[in-house]
């Protein structure tokens, strides 16, 4: 196993299958992890929280993530998303970066993928 990385993960998809799969990589990785159904709910979570990290499904009903996102770095204007998608269009990946997105990982989630971008954001922080 890595070396554990120990951040705190908000992980906002409308998925339970996604986020039962993100949140055991993530877990794995010595990650605490709290999750999110939507994205107003990880809007009303995120004061309260101040996760390290968002992980944010880009399509969800009501709110999607690139919406999600510009309303968290509202918030706080340093938050770090990675932005979570089953789509690798150039467009929505340029979309998700114009709104803040500091990475991208595409659907389905490999877990060697998902611990390069918690590093790569962690490292941000440094």
Known sequence: MADKTDVKVLIVDDSVSHRSQLRRFLEELGNQVVEASTGMEALSMYGDLRPDIVALD??????????????????????????????????????????????????PLRREKVEQAIRKLQELGK
């Open 58 to 107: 880009r399509v969800m009903p009501e709110l999607d993530g690139v919406t999600t996102l510009a309303r968290l770095r509202q918030v706080d204007p340093n938050v770090k998303v990675v932005m979570v998608s089953s789509s690798n269009t150039v467009a929505e990946m340029l979309e998700a970066r114009e709104a803040g997105a500091k990475g991208f990982l595409l659907k």
